[in-house]
């Protein structure tokens, strides 16, 4: 067997496509996706594949010229954009001599690089072992199983190849035990956001589409962004005040096309922000010649998670790097009537033009209007009075034998919510007339 170099800095990309020439699009992605993973492009060699070699993926032709364009470039790494199967991996590697990583390995590469908090790494190891255990080889032949006549190590015992099986099934479930558990507090943590009545809205899109930018830029906090694919895995919840009310904004991790099926399985907690939001900012890279083939990636990916029904409001973001480009919000009269209807904002969160088109965009989405005036809560509504209070809402208050007389200034959405529940009637006559039949 050849001797695997540790660094793997230095890779030939392989790009296998169908009939006719490779998908350009396609091929630039995994060209960043191999930088992004701290590799340094050698060559590029597209491999035409009109019927898939069962053991190798490609024919002996095609293999002779991979091997050729590694020992020219010095290429200790190869990197395939295709699904391999154990099988193919270990086939190609013997033939190559060289370390072989297909597209799943190496985004689970990426993952591994980016993981900062203790789930996100837990995450990432659990999608790594669930990859590798399908991978384990009898790389241990030499040790037969144990024979012999020393006490107590008669019989068949047991291989190493079993042992290691055995051992890694026991790390899977203990990882998704602890997995389980933090899952549980972050359901927790949820439920707490639900009971403070405030509008949950989550950041999706294409990776590197600028959403930490953006996400950063409205929130003032400093989640890691850089010009990279999946510079956030780890998501990051934030309280955003704005003119009609506040609302909770969640960044989460950047969809890419043929997202491995393992990795939006152990990722399901980090992508229930977006599952679970009231309205979804799906941020574009407004400068990508492919963006509405990434706008229809991110949409299956959503739709695989559970949250393709979920309202949407597209932001097309970068419009610096387009030439004459200004901001505008496109409204849609049909936006607040259905669902199913996307509004767009065009805005530069690097620059921040536009962001105030965005606001406007939000506050009208989420029915962020005020509503204001003069409530008499009874004695017995301490509990209305206690929220009113927890959403900032009361301006003015006195206390006398009937209760609080208040004045209050509150965001729409929030005022219809409280209207609505059992305590809520001193509200109803704060909210227009047309919507008394609709609220409770």
Same mark, same amino acid.
């Given at each position: 067997?050849?001797?695997?170099?540790?660094?793997?800095?230095?890779?030939?990309?392989? /790009?296998?496509?169908?009939?006719?020439?490779?998908?350009?699009?396609?091929?630039?992605?995994?060209?960043?996706?191999?930088?992004?993973?701290?590799?340094?492009?050698?060559?590029?060699?597209?491999?035409?594949?009109?019927?898939?070699?069962?053991?190798?993926?490609?024919?002996?032709?095609?293999?002779?010229?991979?091997?050729?364009?590694?020992?020219?470039?010095?290429?200790?790494?190869?990197?395939?954009?295709?699904?391999?199967?154990?099988?193919?991996?270990?086939?190609?590697?013997?033939?190559?001599?060289?370390?072989?990583?297909?597209?799943?390995?190496?985004?689970?590469?990426?993952?591994?690089?980016?993981a900062r908090s203790h789930e996100g790494k837990l995450q990432v190891e659990l999608a790594q072992l669930r990859h590798m255990a399908t991978r384990l080889v009898r790389g241990w032949t030499h040790l037969e199983r144990q024979r012999g006549g020393s006490i107590g190590l008669r019989g068949p015992g047991e291989t190493q190849l079993e042992t290691d099986r055995r051992l890694l099934q026991k790390r899977l479930e203990q990882l998704q035990a602890r997995l389980d558990k933090v899952e549980v507090q972050r359901t927790q943590m949820r439920r707490a956001r639900v009971r403070s009545e405030l509008p949950r809205v989550a950041l999706v899109g294409y990776t590197n589409a600028g959403k930490s930018t953006l996400f950063n830029t409205l929130t003032g906090a400093d989640a890691y962004a850089a010009d990279q694919l999946f510079a956030t895995l780890d998501p990051t919840v934030r309280r955003v005040d704005m003119s009609?009310?506040?609302?909770?904004?969640?960044?989460?991790?950047?969809?890419?096309?043929?997202?491995?099926?393992?990795?939006?399985?152990?990722?399901?907690?980090?992508?229930?922000?977006?599952?679970?939001?009231?309205?979804?900012?799906?941020?574009?890279?407004?400068?990508?010649?492919?963006?509405?083939?990434?706008?229809?990636?991110?949409?299956?990916?959503?739709?695989?998670?559970?949250?393709?029904?979920?309202? /949407?409001?597209?932001?097309?973001?970068?419009?610096?790097?387009?030439?004459?480009?200004?901001?505008?919000?496109?409204?849609?009269?049909?936006?607040?009537?259905?669902?199913?209807?996307?509004?767009?904002?065009?805005?530069?969160?690097?620059?921040?033009?536009?962001?105030?088109?965005?606001?406007?965009?939000?506050?009208?989405?989420?029915?962020?209007?005020?509503?204001?005036?003069?409530?008499?809560?009874?004695?017995?509504?301490?509990?209305?009075?206690?929220?009113?209070?927890?959403?900032?809402?009361?301006?003015?208050?006195?206390?006398?034998?009937?209760?609080?007389?208040? /004045?209050?200034?509150?965001?729409?959405?929030?005022?219809?919510?409280?209207?609505?529940?059992?305590?809520?009637?001193?509200?109803?006559?704060?909210?227009?007339?047309?919507?008394?039949?609709?609220?409770?």
């Amino acid at each position: 067997m050849f001797e695997r170099s540790r660094k793997g800095e230095n890779a030939l990309l392989i /790009q296998p496509h169908a009939h006719g020439p490779a998908d350009e699009g396609a091929l630039e992605e995994f060209s960043e996706l191999a930088r992004s993973a701290g590799a340094r492009v050698a060559a590029v060699v597209p491999a035409r594949i009109d019927k898939p070699n069962a053991a190798t993926l490609f024919g002996s032709g095609k293999l002779d010229e991979i091997k050729a364009a590694a020992d020219a470039t010095g290429a200790d790494l190869v990197l395939v954009n295709h699904r391999l199967t154990p099988g193919q991996e270990r086939n190609l590697e013997k033939f190559l001599e060289r370390r072989v990583v297909d597209r799943t390995g190496l985004i689970l590469d990426i993952f591994a690089q980016r993981a900062r908090s203790h789930e996100g790494k837990l995450q990432v190891e659990l999608a790594q072992l669930r990859h590798m255990a399908t991978r384990l080889v009898r790389g241990w032949t030499h040790l037969e199983r144990q024979r012999g006549g020393s006490i107590g190590l008669r019989g068949p015992g047991e291989t190493q190849l079993e042992t290691d099986r055995r051992l890694l099934q026991k790390r899977l479930e203990q990882l998704q035990a602890r997995l389980d558990k933090v899952e549980v507090q972050r359901t927790q943590m949820r439920r707490a956001r639900v009971r403070s009545e405030l509008p949950r809205v989550a950041l999706v899109g294409y990776t590197n589409a600028g959403k930490s930018t953006l996400f950063n830029t409205l929130t003032g906090a400093d989640a890691y962004a850089a010009d990279q694919l999946f510079a956030t895995l780890d998501p990051t919840v934030r309280r955003v005040d704005m003119s009609g009310g506040s609302i909770v904004l969640a960044d989460t991790v950047g969809f890419v096309r043929d997202l491995p099926h393992e990795l939006v399985a152990a990722f399901r907690s980090t992508l229930s922000e977006a599952r679970e939001a009231d309205l979804l900012l799906h941020v574009i890279d407004a400068a990508d010649p492919l963006r509405n083939e990434r706008i229809a990636q991110v949409d299956a990916v959503l739709s695989e998670i559970g949250a393709g029904d979920l309202p /949407q409001l597209l932001v097309f973001n970068k419009i610096d790097r387009i030439e004459g480009a200004a901001p505008r919000y496109d409204q849609d009269p049909n936006a607040l009537a259905d669902d199913a209807v996307r509004e767009s904002v065009w805005i530069s969160a690097r620059d921040g033009l536009g962001l105030d088109l965005l606001s406007q965009a939000l506050a009208r989405r989420l029915g962020m209007r005020r509503v204001a005036g003069e409530v008499r809560l009874p004695p017995e509504a301490g509990r209305l009075h206690a929220r009113l209070h927890a959403l900032e809402g009361v301006r003015r208050e006195t206390l006398d034998e009937d209760g609080w007389l208040l /004045q209050v200034d509150l965001a729409h959405a929030d005022a219809a919510r409280l209207a609505s529940q059992p305590d809520g009637a001193p509200l109803r006559p704060l909210l227009p007339p047309d919507e008394d039949d609709t609220i409770w």
